[in-house]
């Protein structure tokens, strides 16, 4: 393991665990490089398909505006995709109605 100085800040690169390294300190850096693989494909799906790769936006407000609407369509893609089911059986019922007709609307 060794940390690669970008700037002010320390990133941490998976290698082999330091010797002095206790069970602990060895599962939590595990732990760590797991999760930002995890992260890694994400941001690549985003820069691909959500326009995060080129800001057309001016200034710092334009950067987050632009991360921000990119995060929001990617969130919004999921959970529609979660609940595309749904989706449909709503638009079902909205163009065809219900299949019973209650006695009191057959009256009218």
């Known amino acids: ?10 990133i941490l690169r998976p290698g082999r665990p330091k010797k002095s390294d206790s069970p602990y300190q060895r599962r939590i850096a595990r732990e760590r490089f797991r999760r930002r693989a995890g992260i890694e494909p994400i ?5 691909q398909d959500h326009r995060l ?9 334009g950067d987050a505006i ?4 990119a995060a929001a369509a990617f969130n919004f893609r999921k959970w529609i995709r979660k ?8 638009t079902l019922w909205l163009f065809f109605g219900t299949t019973t007709r209650q006695p009191s609307m057959m009256i009218l």
């Open 1 to 10: 393991r060794g940390y690669q100085n970008v700037g002010d800040t320390k």
């Open 43 to 47: 941001i690549g799906h985003l820069k």
């Open 53 to 61: 790769s080129r800001n057309y936006l001016k200034g710092v407000l």
């Open 66 to 69: 632009n991360l921000f609407m």
């Open 83 to 90: 609940f595309e089911h749904f989706f449909a059986l709503f």
